[in-house]
């Protein structure tokens, strides 16, 4: 008797914590909620939604902040254009609206006393559920989409870092069972020791499609060490893997020359097929699934 009730007892637990946690993430998944993050399908219309931080350290309130704000709308936009032939080369149309000069309502202002900054507090993911309650609450995203036709939003938050900065421009993607489908670039002014530029923009946009990095290991894509040299070795100047002019090892401001090669585009969904994905038996990209 008595075993056996505590089993049904167990199971009765089980199901209510089942039914709560269901529950739960029901209630915070944002209205019209999309299974595969805000950015899924590139061969389309993409809103960039750009959010201007203050956190403890940094600000957009000094002068010449009105400067850096110019060229960061620049920046996105050379970025977009950039993707946008890129995925024409692949027989596809992208379509960016990202000019938040022209667009007010593409712009926002995110206030925390946080420190973004912080290298540890930005690669433990622990801004996102600030960003993303952020974002539930200010940005009135289905208005947004309708106004412009969209069928993707890439939110991009933008740090005034300088020297002092730790934190390096990273992408949280969206992942299964994630409580906010947005999908945020952080995006800091200066990292890594310079003026981070378009080709920087660009990098991060894409993986908001799902391109992965091909400068360094990654178990959710299996790439490996060895993978990463056969990179560097055959794809120098893939934009996932370097963010620089090939030649000169600069960051250039008024254009991006990298290459969106084989791997990333077969990523980012404009091929169902790579040759190399298949020999080094990287995962699968989600895109072919997906339609
Ligand atoms: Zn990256």
Same mark, same amino acid.
Not at 57 to 70: F, I, M, Q, S
Not at 157 to 171: G, H, M
Not at 271 to 279: A, F, L, Q, R
């Given at each position: 008797?008595?075993?056996?009730?505590?089993?049904?007892?167990?199971?009765?637990?089980?199901l209510?914590?089942?039914?709560?946690?269901?529950?739960?993430?029901?209630?915070i998944?944002?209205?019209?909620?999309?299974?595969?993050?805000?950015?899924?399908?590139?061969d389309?219309?993409?809103?960039?939604?750009?959010?201007?931080?203050n956190?403890?350290?940094?600000?957009?309130?000094?002068?010449?902040?009105e400067?850096?704000?110019?060229?960061?709308?620049?920046y996105?936009?050379i970025a977009?254009?950039?993707?946008?032939d890129?995925?024409?080369?692949?027989?596809?149309?992208a379509?960016?609206?990202?000019?938040?000069?022209?667009?007010?309502?593409?712009k926002?202002?995110?206030v925390?006393?946080e420190?973004?900054t912080?290298?540890?507090?930005?690669?433990?993911?622990?801004?996102?559920?600030?960003?993303?309650?952020?974002?539930?609450?200010?940005i009135?995203?289905?208005?947004?989409?309708?106004?412009?036709?969209a069928?993707?939003? /890439?939110?991009m938050? =933008? !740090? $005034?870092?300088n020297?002092d +900065?730790?934190?390096?421009?990273?992408?949280? *993607?969206?992942? &299964?069972?994630?409580?906010?489908?947005?999908?945020?670039?952080?995006?800091?002014?200066?990292?890594?020791?310079?003026?981070?530029?378009?080709?920087v923009?660009?990098?991060e946009?894409?993986?908001?499609?799902?391109?992965?990095?091909?400068?360094?290991?990654?178990?959710?894509y299996? /790439?490996?060490?060895? =993978? !990463? $040299?056969?990179?560097?070795? +055959?794809?120098p100047?893939?934009?996932?893997? *370097?963010?620089? &002019?090939?030649?000169?090892?600069?960051?250039?401001?008024d254009?991006v020359?990298?290459?969106?090669?084989?791997v990333?585009?077969?990523?980012?969904?404009?091929?169902?097929?790579?040759?190399?994905?298949?020999?080094?038996?990287l995962?699968?990209?989600?895109?072919?699934?997906?339609?």
């Amino acid at each position: 008797m008595k075993p056996r009730f505590f089993r049904i007892f167990i199971i009765y637990l089980f199901l209510m914590f089942l039914t709560i946690s269901a529950d739960m993430d029901e209630s915070i998944k944002t209205p019209g909620y999309r299974e595969y993050g805000s950015a899924g399908d590139i061969d389309g219309t993409t809103i960039v939604v750009s959010i201007f931080a203050n956190d403890a350290n940094t600000g957009w309130d000094d002068p010449g902040d009105e400067v850096k704000e110019a060229n960061i709308n620049n920046y996105i936009n050379i970025a977009a254009s950039y993707i946008e032939d890129n995925v024409s080369a692949y027989g596809k149309s992208a379509a960016f609206i990202t000019d938040f000069k022209k667009n007010d309502d593409l712009k926002y202002r995110f206030v925390t006393d946080e420190k973004l900054t912080d290298n540890d507090y930005i690669d433990n993911g622990d801004p996102d559920s600030l960003v993303w309650e952020y974002i539930a609450s200010n940005i009135d995203e289905t208005s947004l989409m309708e106004k412009y036709d969209a069928d993707n939003v /890439i939110y991009m938050l =933008f !740090v $005034d870092s300088n020297e002092d +900065n730790t934190a390096i421009s990273c992408t949280r *993607t969206w992942y &299964d069972d994630m409580p906010y489908d947005s999908e945020i670039v952080y995006l800091f002014n200066y990292d890594d020791g310079y003026v981070n530029g378009p080709a920087v923009y660009a990098h991060e946009m894409l993986h908001t499609f799902g391109a992965p990095d091909l400068y360094t290991a990654d178990s959710n894509y299996n /790439i490996d060490d060895d =993978f !990463v $040299d056969f990179a560097y070795e +055959n794809m120098p100047n893939d934009i996932m893997l *370097t963010c620089s &002019d090939e030649v000169t090892g600069d960051y250039l401001y008024d254009s991006v020359n990298n290459e969106i090669g084989e791997v990333t585009a077969y990523y980012v969904g404009l091929t169902d097929h790579s040759d190399i994905v298949d020999k080094w038996n990287l995962y699968s990209s989600e895109h072919p699934v997906r339609r």
